[in-house]
T-cell receptor, first 113, second 113 residues
Framework: AQSVAQPEDQVKVAEGNPLTVKCTYS??????LFWYVQYPNRGLQFLLK??????LVKGSYGFEAEFNKSQTSFHLKKPSALVSDSALYFC???????????FGAGTRLFVKA | DAGVTQSPTHLIKTRGQQVTLRCSPI?????VSWYQQVLGQGPQFIFQ???????GRGNFPDRFSARQFPNYSSELNVNALLLGDSALYLC????????????FGDGTRLSIL
């Protein structure tokens, strides 16, 4: 069965510092991996995806994620955090050829000015 | 182009009642998925529909049902409402290929009294 773990309930960084939000996954076969962001009282917004190819994936708003097959991880990163990045971040996984997307429990990011 | 639209935005029901939630996908998107997001948790997969057929179902009781119409819009029905059904119900649409990201509506906030 596929699963996603986001080991940190919250991450706090200062504006201008780099940020990392962690995600590990478990699937049988090759995964499709996604990151989404959710602002208060809104739906989820797509940030980036990994399907195949380069392990470093670049996405929206300066975010990127690194796929590590041996560690089954897909950590979200940004070189310089903004206060406006403060939100709830979800990692998600789908098995190749599957229809069901599994989301992690979410990590709340706080960026302090 | 309009994004995914859901109606109503908020709904208050009492235990035992029935509710219908509606979703209009992005134009050209043939796949619609429904998720339940309880406060403090990630979205939980309920259903996926494609070309008016159910493609997959999550671990939800038979009180939950859905359908997709010829114009690809969708309805989620929940019967015999329980207090535990209180949640944000999210609809997401995507292009037919499974490796494509999902586009979410802002959800329907359902409160059960």
């Amino acid at each position: 069965a596929q699963s996603v773990a986001q080991p940190e309930d919250q991450v706090k960084v200062a504006e201008g510092n780099p940020l990392t939000v962690k995600c590990t996954y478990s699937v049988s076969g090759n995964p499709y991996l996604f990151w989404y962001v959710q602002y208060p009282n809104r739906g989820l917004q797509f940030l980036l995806k990994y399907i195949t190819g380069d392990n470093l994936v670049k996405g929206s708003y300066g975010f990127e994620a690194e796929f590590n097959k041996s560690q089954t991880s897909f950590h979200l990163k940004k070189p310089s955090a903004l206060v406006s990045d403060s939100a709830l971040y979800f990692c998600a996984v789908r098995e190749t050829g599957g229809f069901k997307t599994i989301f992690g429990a979410g990590t709340r990011l706080f960026v302090k000015a | 182009d309009a994004g995914v639209t859901q109606s109503p935005t908020h709904l208050i029901k009492t235990r035992g009642q029935q509710v219908t939630l509606r979703c209009s996908p992005i134009s050209g998107h043939k796949s619609v998925s429904w998720y339940q997001q309880v406060l403090g948790q990630g979205p939980q997969f309920i259903f996926q529909y494609y070309e008016k057929e159910e493609r997959g179902r999550g671990n939800f009781p038979d009180r939950f049902s859905a359908r997709q119409f010829p114009n690809y819009s969708s309805e989620l029905n929940v019967n015999a409402l329980l207090l535990g059904d209180s949640a944000l119900y999210l609809c997401a649409s995507s292009l037919e290929r499974v490796n494509q990201p999902q586009h979410f509506g802002d959800g329907t906030r359902l409160s059960i009294l």
